[in-house]
C-alpha cells in the first residue's frame, strides 16, 4: 500500500500505519431520508460542511477576484465512521441533484460507492442520481426506504421502474435504524468488490 | 458547528445569499491554498504546537492546529470551524507550507486495486 503525500513522496514501509479515509455518498430526492441515514449510521450527528459557489454554479476556485460577484452555497451533510485504528470511513450525504454538478464529481472522485435512497411514492425524484452513477461508473446500490403508509412494492417492481441493470442490488431500509444503514453500507461495499472484481477479470482477458 | 436542517434545498437554492464579506477577511482575499490539494477526505493532524507569535498566522489557523490534535478530514475541519471548505483549503495550505500539519491525501479509486480496504470496511461495519 503507498499513501501519496500532498508534496508527492509516497511512503514504502511506513504506509501501513498511515491513517487512510475512504467514502460512500448516499444520494436520492429531496426529503428521502439522506441526511437521516448518514446520522443513523455515524458516530456522531451529522456534521454540514459548505463550499461557496458563484450563482452559475462554478466553484469560486475558478474564478479571480470573486470578492464581488454574487456567491450562493452549497451544504454536504456527513458523517464518520471509524473502522479501525488506520481507516476512517465518511458518508457524505449528496446535495440537490439539479444543479452544481462538479460538487457530485468532487464528492464521487474516489469513492467506493453510493447508494441511491428512493422512497416509492416519489420514484422519479431518484432517476438522475441513477443517471449520473451510472454514466460515471460509481458502483451503486438502489436503497427503498420505507416510509410508513407507502405501499410496499416487490423489489422487482422498483428494478423494472428504474429500469436497472439486473447486477444493480435493490433492497429495502429503514433510514433511521443503526442496524438497516449498517446492512446498507455492508450492501454498497459487497457490490463495489464485485464489481471491481468483475472489471479486473475482464481486463487481465 | 451547525446543526443540519430540515430542508438543504433551500439553503442550496438560497438565492439571498449576497457578496460573501467574512470567508475572503479570513484568508486576506485569497481564493486559493499557496499548497497542497485538500480533498475532502485528506486527513489533517498537527505536528507540533504552535505559539500565537508565529508570524502570519490568524485565530483561524490556530483553531485549526488546535483542532487537528486528533486526525481530522477537510471536511470535518470546516464543519467545526463552520468556514466554507474554500477558506479552510487556504488555510491549511498556509500551515502546510510551514510544515505545522501533515496531510494524507485518499488514494485515487483505481488504485484500490486489492480487496483490502474493502474486507476491512465490511469488517468495521459488522462489529460497530
Ligand atoms: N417515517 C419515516 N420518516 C423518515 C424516514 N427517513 C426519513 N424520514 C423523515 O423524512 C424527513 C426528511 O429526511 P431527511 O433525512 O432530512 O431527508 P434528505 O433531504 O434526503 O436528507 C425527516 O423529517 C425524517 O425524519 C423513514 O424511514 N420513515
Ligand atoms: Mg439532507
Not at chain 1, 438522475?128 to 426506504?145: C, L, R
Not at chain 2, 485518499?106 to 470496511?121: C, H, K, M, N, S
Request: glycine share 8%; proline share 5%; with cysteine.
Amino acid at each position: 500500500m503507498g499513501y501519496v503525500h500532498s508534496d508527492g513522496r509516497t511512503n514504502g514501509s511506513l504506509s501501513d500505519q498511515l491513517p487512510t479515509a475512504v467514502k460512500i455518498l448516499i444520494a436520492g430526492g429531496f426529503g428521502v431520508g439522506k441526511t437521516t441515514m448518514v446520522g443513523a449510521v455515524s458516530e456522531t450527528k451529522p456534521l454540514r460542511t459548505e463550499e461557496l459557489l458563484t450563482e452559475e454554479g462554478v466553484s469560486i476556485d475558478d474564478l479571480d477576484g470573486v470578492e464581488g460577484k454574487t456567491t450562493t452555497t452549497v451544504a454536504m451533510d456527513f458523517g464518520r465512521i471509524t473502522i479501525n485504528e488506520t481507516l476512517v470511513l465518511y458518508l457524505f450525504g449528496t446535495p440537490g441533484q439539479d444543479r452544481f454538478w462538479f460538487v457530485w464529481d468532487e464528492l464521487s472522485l474516489g469513492a467506493l460507492g453510493a447508494v441511491v435512497l428512493a422512497d416509492t411514492r416519489r420514484l422519479a425524484d431518484c432517476f438522475p442520481s441513477i443517471d449520473y452513477f451510472e454514466k460515471h461508473g460509481t458502483p451503486f446500490i438502489v436503497a427503498v426506504n420505507c416510509f410508513d403508509g407507502a405501499r410496499q412494492y416487490q423489489l422487482a417492481e422498483v428494478q423494472q421502474a428504474l429500469s436497472l441493470d439486473p447486477d444493480v442490488p435493490v433492497l429495502l431500509c429503514d433510514a433511521r435504524s443503526r442496524e438497516s444503514g449498517k446492512n446498507v453500507l455492508i450492501a454498497v461495499i459487497e457490490h463495489a468488490m464485485r464489481s471491481q472484481r468483475m472489471e479486473r477479470e475482464n481486463r487481465s482477458g | 458547528m451547525s446543526e443540519p436542517e430540515e430542508s438543504d434545498e433551500s439553503r442550496w437554492i438560497d438565492d439571498h445569499a449576497g457578496p460573501v464579506v467574512r470567508p475572503y477577511a479570513v484568508t486576506r482575499g485569497r481564493a486559493r491554498p499557496v499548497t497542497g490539494k485538500f480533498d475532502l477526505i485528506s486527513l489533517v493532524s498537527t505536528t507540533r504546537a504552535v505559539s500565537t507569535r508565529d508570524a502570519g498566522l490568524g485565530p483561524e489557523h490556530l483553531a485549526i492546529v488546535a483542532l487537528c490534535d486528533r486526525t481530522l478530514s477537510v471536511a470535518e475541519v470546516a464543519a467545526h470551524l463552520d468556514l466554507p471548505l474554500g477558506t479552510v483549503r487556504v488555510l491549511l495550505g498556509d500551515l502546510l507550507e510551514r510544515r505545522l500539519v501533515r496531510v494524507i491525501e485518499p488514494r485515487p479509486a483505481p488504485v484500490l486495486t486489492d480487496d483490502g480496504i474493502f474486507e476491512q470496511v465490511i469488517n468495521g461495519l459488522r462489529a460497530l
